[in-house]
């Protein structure tokens, strides 16, 4: 039987637990989300007044919720769609305010100046570490910091060298052709003119080359990952914009549990094809000129040629996620930026004739060469003023606070929106204007406005994750 003394000094301990733990929580989600509001506001921030717990994210959810129950337009202003908080923040407090995403303050950081502050002192201005579940969709080179970004670009630097990239453009080729070729199929069976929805031909496009060109595999080899990794988004939007509950990502929920188990299959599915390459690699049987073939060999010679600085190459867990990165990153990116050039190229038919005589005066009826993309000037514009126009905002974290126009403290996220600075503003020089003159557009096909609006929706889930 335990003594008094033990059982008073094991109760004092649970208390001091509890009480330390009482502390820590109260500092959290309470006392320094205030201290950071005080700070905020002495620099001449403004923003919404802290709200326990949930910051602005019921807010947030009720304006994307508000914003996206409206029909759009091809003549509205597409920014309260893509990110409706940052807008409704901006146009309340000005340029440069801050949200609160739960308890964490997060600057808005639109000004030129300010801008420019931030991309002079990078190494000041860290990428945030990712909550888990977003870690589930991809990590890889884009969420690496120091040494380790610094090893993984070096290894997979090789596979997006010219001379590399010339031998994928025959995948390139093939995708494109085999999709014109089921379209110009659709439009003779409907007497010359038929209603393409271009999205999800584009989305398929872009997946059939990544699988060939990345990991030498055709689109219905490669449809089981760009099937989970799609439904993964879906389920990690749903639970990112519903309201933050410490640890509830490890309760057996049907949608944690489906998270779980599509990242189970995804990472089985990379592994494997991983290992078939390796050893097929050994036996000198399996190509390398594919992303994938390239970047084990890279990895193989990075590890053999290792120095005292650099001991190790990439795990299989990296290679993987690299994949990963791969599939999510290339395909959504190429496809969103595809899409939005042919909106472009919808409201200014005269800059479509200007592109295809371009494209006919250079390539003529052959296949496309290399060497004279570099003479494709106009597309080449066409395709920049469509990165303009989804150009995304980033998220900071500060590491060295202090120095500059703005002391922000370093709890302090930094939400940057160049964004703003391009949208809105018609352009006097000889190119395509801004993605306000959309009135032209007016009255056209129905599935054209719905497609237009999804892009949209798609663009604003992409824009969150980052």
């Not at 004092?12 to 009480?19: A, D, P, Q």
């Not at 990590?139 to 090789?158: C, F």
């Not at 590399?164 to 439009?187: C, G, N, Q």
Request: glycine letters at 6%; aromatic letters at 10%.
């Amino acid at each position: 039987m335990m003594s008094p003394y033990f059982v008073t000094l094991l109760w004092s301990c649970v208390l001091l637990l509890i009480v330390r733990w009482g502390w820590r929580a109260a500092d959290w989600l309470w006392m320094k989300p205030r201290k950071l509001e005080r700070i905020l506001r002495l620099q001449g921030l403004s923003g919404n007044p802290y709200r326990f717990l949930f910051g602005d994210l019921r807010e947030n959810s009720r304006l994307s919720k508000e914003v996206k129950s409206r029909p759009i337009t091809l003549s509205d202003d597409p920014m309260p769609r893509l990110l409706s908080f940052i807008h409704h923040s901006v146009k309340n407090y000005g340029k440069d305010s801050f949200t609160w995403f739960g308890p964490t303050p997060r600057v808005i950081v639109s000004s030129p100046q300010l801008l420019k502050d931030v991309f002079l002192r990078m190494d000041e201005f860290q990428k945030p570490r990712l909550p888990m579940l977003v870690k589930l969709l991809a990590e890889g080179l884009a969420n690496l910091e120091g040494d380790k970004w610094a090893m993984h670009r070096k290894i997979i630097n090789p596979a997006f060298h010219v001379e590399k990239l010339k031998l994928m453009l025959p995948a390139f080729y093939s995708s494109s052709s085999e999709m014109i070729s089921r379209w110009e199929k659709l439009v003779s069976s409907g007497e010359g003119q038929c209603e393409i929805d271009v999205w999800p031909e584009l989305q398929n496009l872009t997946r059939d080359v990544i699988s060939r060109t990345a990991f030498g595999s055709s689109f219905q080899q490669g449809r089981r990952i760009f099937e989970l990794q799609n439904e993964l988004v879906e389920l990690v939007m749903k639970t990112m914009t519903s309201i933050f509950i410490p640890g509830w990502r490890f309760l057996p929920t049907k949608v944690n549990q489906r998270m779980k188990s599509i990242d189970r299959e995804v990472q089985k599915l990379l592994r494997d094809m991983i290992h078939t390459r390796e050893k097929a690699m050994k036996a000198g049987e399996a190509p390398t000129d594919d992303l994938l073939g390239l970047l084990l060999e890279s990895n193989m010679k990075q590890i053999q040629n290792h120095d005292s600085k650099n001991k190790m190459g990439m795990s299989i867990q990296d290679v993987i996620e690299e994949c990963k990165l791969f599939y999510f990153a290339g395909q959504e990116t190429t496809s969103v930026l595809l899409v939005w050039t042919m909106v472009l190229l919808g409201a200014y038919p005269e800059w479509q004739e200007r592109a295809r005589e371009e494209v006919l005066k250079v390539f003529g009826r052959n296949k496309p060469d290399f060497d004279q993309l570099n003479h494709l000037k106009i597309v080449t514009m066409i395709l920049y003023e469509g990165l303009n126009m989804i150009r995304a905002s980033q998220r900071y974290e500060v590491s060295n606070p202090g120095n500059g126009n703005v002391a922000i403290a370093g709890a302090v996220g930094i939400r940057m929106a160049p964004v703003n600075l391009r949208w809105g503003s018609p352009q006097k020089q000889e190119t395509i204007l801004s993605a306000y003159d959309f009135e032209d557009l007016k009255g056209r096909s129905r599935l054209f406005k719905e497609a237009m609006s999804k892009l949209i929706d798609l663009t604003a889930a992409a824009l969150s994750l980052t």
